[in-house]
């Protein structure tokens, strides 16, 4: 059998997740939250934080849908809240991975999700931009 990148990116993912980590992933990160449920799968003993209002929901759950804004990432957890509650989480170093989604990456790990060429006010292709996470 043939593995392709999104496959590869959801092992090498799984992989980072230590025992004892508070990891979140956001807003429709299909190729994130599968890892995380692999990473369960495989025994990883993490806390399991999603954007959309979970914690430790039920990771047997199939990730069959190409989206995480459903209840596949919140039933069956143990708690729910708001998006500026996780990024409060975030910013007092109360979490220990964030997967969140790009459209470009360069050396330094710096992400961009808010245009493509030409300028911030005049792009050539306007993004969704990050959604709390950092230009």
């Not at 004892?20 to 599968?34: E, I, W």
């Not at 914690?55 to 990432?73: E, F, M």
């Not at 729910?80 to 330094?108: N, P």
């Amino acid at each position: 059998m043939e593995y392709g990148k999104a496959e590869m990116m959801c092992v090498a993912l799984a992989r980072e997740i230590k025992d004892g980590d508070v990891v979140f992933h956001g807003l429709a990160s299909p190729v994130p939250m599968t890892a995380m449920k692999l990473a369960k799968a495989l025994g990883t003993n993490f806390t399991y934080v999603t954007l959309s209002d979970g914690v430790d929901a039920d990771w047997t759950r199939p990730a069959v849908i190409g989206s995480t804004l459903t209840s596949n990432t919140y039933e069956g957890g143990v708690a729910t809240f708001g998006l500026d509650e996780i990024f409060d989480l975030a910013g007092t170093g109360r979490v220990d991975i964030s997967f969140l989604s790009l459209v470009e990456i360069d050396k330094k790990g710096r992400i961009n999700m808010s245009y493509i060429g030409g300028t911030y006010d005049q792009p050539k292709v306007r993004m969704p931009g990050g959604a709390g996470s950092a230009p």
